[in-house]
């Protein structure tokens, strides 16, 4: 079956880095573009970024152009996100998609970005 287990949370003083995996099984990952989402208390999840299956496009939300950079390796079937220049907005439950036929979705990991 599908499985994606994202790492990498935690918390981190504004203006800090750091980088989020999300570990794929159960499918051809190479196939399937992957994408990143997050969700802040009381907000709708929203697309943070976006990757094709073999990394030559990318796709960003305004608010993390320049700061986050999603990236792949399809040799161990994870996807990564870089998270540089973190701002207390940034704070959420981070989410990795896989885009198959239907949405598959990890379970979630906690970045908080505070002082």
């Known amino acids: 079956q599908v499985q994606l287990v994202e790492s990498g949370g935690g918390l981190v003083q504004p203006g800090g880095s750091l980088r989020l995996s999300c570990a794929a099984s159960g499918f051809t990952f190479s196939t399937y573009p992957m994408s990143w989402y997050r969700q802040a208390p009381g907000k709708e999840r929203e697309l943070v970024a976006t990757?094709?299956?073999?990394?030559?496009?990318?796709k960003y939300a305004d608010s993390v152009k320049g700061r986050f950079t999603i990236s792949r390796d399809n040799a161990k079937n994870t996807v990564y996100l870089q998270m540089n220049s973190l701002k207390p907005e940034d704070t959420a439950v981070y989410y990795c998609?896989?885009?198959?036929?239907?949405?598959?979705w990890g379970q979630g990991t906690q970045v908080t970005v505070s002082s």
């Open positions: 990757i094709t299956s073999f990394g030559g496009r990318r």
């Open positions: 998609k896989a885009d198959l036929e239907e949405p598959y």
